[in-house]
Structure formats: C-alpha cells, structure tokens
Nanobody, 119 residues
Framework: QVQLVESGGGLVQAGGSLRLSCAAS????????MGWFRQAPGKEREFVAA????????YNLDSVKGRFTISRDNAKNTVYLRMNSLKPEETAIYYC????????????WGQGTQVTVSS
C-alpha cells in the first residue's frame, strides 16, 4: 500500500494559482500511475489528470487543459498539480490517487485538500 498526503490547498481569488503536492510513503511510486481527482459540493468526484511512471500525461477535462499542469518527482516520491487561472466553479476537495501501472483501478487515495476559489 501507498500512503498519500496532499497539501497546498487553500483559499485563492478567481484567476489565482495554487500548486498542490501529493507526498507518497510506504513504497516508491516509480511504477505507479498517479492521478488527481476533485469533488465539488453536491457533485460526483471527477478525474482531472494523471501521469504515468514514465511521464505520460492525460488531462481528462478540456476545461483544465492549458491551465493545469501535472508533474512528478520520483526521487521525492511526490506528485504535483499546478493550477493557474482558477475559477470559482473549481472549488472542490482535490484528491491524489495511485494505481500500479498494470491495473486500471486507483486503490490508494489521500485524504484530500480543500481548494476554495472566491469570485
């Protein structure tokens, strides 16, 4: 199992930026695909972006392309999500998750970090 701890959330004005971090422990994430998800109040959790062990990136939401950047530092066992030009509708709890490269299911989750974007 991989333990994941997110940080970097907070309150930001619309148009502002935040960088979320996800620190992993328990085992190396080198062979894990790492993902970021978010869940807004009253809505279902949605997949935002993922990065494979080799750096392959997927942005699931057209709305974040060009504004969000996912990255990883395997040496630090950490994954990041840089978010620019944030919008109030992106207020949510942001979760980090991990899955072994050879499985389709994210089975390791962090506790989440709150991002609040004020208008």
């Amino acid at each position: 199992q991989v333990q994941l701890v997110e940080s970097g959330g907070g309150l930001v004005q619309a148009g502002g930026s935040l960088r979320l971090s996800c620190a992993a422990s328990g085992r190396t994430i080198s062979f894990y695909t790492m993902g970021w998800f978010r869940q807004a109040p009253g809505k279902e959790r949605e997949f935002v972006a993922a990065i494979t062990w080799s750096g392959g990136i997927t942005y699931n939401l057209d709305s974040v392309k060009g504004r969000f950047t996912i990255s990883r530092d395997n040496a630090k066992n950490t994954v990041y999500l840089r978010m620019n030009s944030l919008k109030p509708e992106e207020t949510a709890i942001y979760y980090c998750a991990a899955r072994p490269e050879w499985t389709p299911t994210y089975d390791n989750w962090g506790q989440g970090t709150q991002v609040t974007v004020s208008s």
